[in-house]
């Protein structure tokens, strides 16, 4: 099994990047890991039991994944865990949670958790799969970071609509 945390300084309060990732209309704008998000049932966010379903993007394209949110506090943690298999992962799950600091700026703590399979070949392709999660994990939010250091004000524009 693996498992890791990492922390990333995010240049927006914690209701932003909360919503910057799990609003859909946000995430498209940014996420390059992913070509197409939606809730099953149509929200525009999920919610505790709500069912997503991920297309991978770029050279991961055929990375698909059907995920259920069994956790889902805005702005505070969302956690998600995979429905069924999609290889590499056998099991796969997440959490985000959000920290506000001082100058109006978050951290973002993101853990999973996975294994991969099918079991005779795991322990061949567990530490590629963990260093190619690490790698895109690490560019994943830092892309998140760069689209808020440009566009925080849009979505905090947006949230004060709502």
Known sequence: MSHRSFDFAMPAPAAVVFDAFHHHHWRHRWDSLVSATAVE???????????????????????SMRTQFVAYDRPRLAAASMLGQSFPFTSWAASMRHKDLDNGQSVLL??????????PIAWIIRPFVERIFDYQTRK?????????????HEITRWQQEQ
């Open 41 to 63: 049932g149509g929200a525009p966010c999920p919610y505790v039991g709500a069912v997503t379903q991920n297309a991978g993007g770029g050279w991961m394209r055929n990375l």
């Open 110 to 119: 993101y853990t999973y958790t996975f294994q991969v399979g099918p079991p």
């Open 140 to 152: 994943r939010f830092g892309r998140l970071r760069t689209y808020l250091a440009s566009h925080a």
